[in-house]
């Protein structure tokens, strides 16, 4: 969900939005290099543009967790929040420890496709070593 406009967006309705916003940016761009935009094509252009990331950044981070706690639980994109995860001031996801890609695999099939799977991870602490296990309690849907 996103909350945008005093209205809360289920991803399908996000879609959309995105898909609406998106458009409208390309042509005040557009205006804006011809050099025929107003003071209010800029700032709509401005407007949008923030609302355009804001939207792409929960839309993503609804789908795919290794994203999601970079995004949200990392001192690179959340600066001087206590509760972060990740202490490092940068974030590339591509040199993301196994251990975290793993894991984030897993949740995303929990997340997105079987939601009534039932899964246990299990990792000593300072280890890169974790192991998975199914329940007997599997859903195989």
Known sequence: MA???DQWLGREERQKRI?????????LVALIEAG????HH????????????KLKRVHRAEVDML?????????????????NLV???????????????????????VSNTNRTARIAWAASRGTQRAHTY???????K
Not at 67 to 83: C, K, L, Q
């Open 3 to 5: 909350y945008i406009n």
């Open 19 to 27: 898909d609406l916003i998106t458009d409208r940016v390309r042509k």
């Open 36 to 39: 025929k935009a107003t003071d």
């Open 42 to 53: 800029i700032d709509t252009f401005r407007k949008d543009k923030d609302e355009l990331i």
């Open 67 to 83: 994203y999601f706690f970079y995004e949200y639980f990392s001192e690179a994109r959340n600066p001087g929040n206590p509760d």
């Open 87 to 109: 202490p490092t001031a940068t974030v590339d996801m591509e040199q993301a420890p196994d251990f975290h890609v793993k894991l984030s695999r897993i949740l995303d099939t």
């Open 134 to 140: 199914q329940t007997p309690f599997q859903s195989t």
